[in-house]
């Protein structure tokens, strides 16, 4: 009978392993593990040679070899951002989400029973100018009762706490777009911390009324899956599917700004962060004014957000990564491409 062994546990006992191997635990679901009459450690310890270890360092985690789920593109629809509008009097800006119970491959081989909007965790972009009227209509195409409860300022009806909808059922939300900056929107049905953790969340961007210089705009949402059901994260990422940007590097130039629009979704660990090698930014923390700090690296609690703004100085491979090593080990680097 597996023992069941707790993430901190396992990641102390087998910290050599990890280290040289990131990927160690890709196969450790508790079903594979039972089958195996074995326990994660031991899994993790047999499951490959010295000589994997050694070509599996940090230095190779880049490009075609690295083990991480899904083609190229496949995610594009969650990077980049629909283009920020001038404000115009009047104008209804239209969203379709519908939670869907799905299972989504979230690291190689490894795949998680999700509830999401749309089919992807994170869910869609939402993005309004400030002053737009936001009309989103929610239908629940899943088993629980959900909501969406959108950050920013609206009436209370429209808060995604009280008017929760049942499967099948639908609702509309519907308020002015404001203030501008970089929101977030998640289900606010309980238990909440599981209606998170199985990724019912998404960014949500409205911009101010004259737009921001132009840029190439990213969408960075970072969470977790906690994919043996113990509450703890077994999986960190941007966007979707671990080691996804360290296998498909985002292609950036050098001289052309690069904005980033960052939101932390994760649920059970209390902090995550960014940070960016080779480089410095502006972090403007929310979006919501023109004050930010130089860095190169942000911590951001759940359901703390911001803009990142890069011009980088030279060309080449940069790691982004959370400064929290653990996490960068479980999936959440990747790199930027900085050419000419
Ligand atoms: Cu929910
Ligand atoms: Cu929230």
Known sequence: MARRVSRKKLLAGTAPVVAAFPLAKLAMSDQATAEAGMNHSSHAAMGHTSMEHAAMGHAAMIGADVPAPG???????LLYPPPALPARPGRVREYRLT???TEL?????????AWTYNGTAPGPVIRATEGDLLRVRFTNGGVHPHTIHFHGIHPANMDGVFEVV??????TYEFEARPYGMHLYHCHATPLKKHIAKGLYGAFIIDPPEPRAPAQELVMVLNGYD??????????????PAFYYAKYPIRVRRGKLVRIYIANLTEFDLINSFHLHGDFFRY???GS?????????????QGQRGIIEIDFQNTGRFMFHAHQSEFTELGWMGFFEVVD
Request: charged fraction near 25%; proline fraction near 4%; glycine fraction near 12%.
């Open 105 to 113: 491959e979230v690291a190689q081989g490894v795949t998680f029973a």
């Open 99 to 101: 939670a869907i119970d």
């Open 289 to 301: 004014s023109d004050q930010f700090e130089y860095t190169d690296t942000v911590m951001l609690c």
């Open 71 to 77: 083609r190229a593109g496949d995610l594009d629809k």
């Open 166 to 171: 049942g499967p099948g059922d639908s609702f």
């Open 227 to 240: 994919t043996d059901g113990d509450g703890e994260n077994n999986f960190y990422t941007v966007n979707g």
């Open 284 to 286: 403007y923390p929310t």
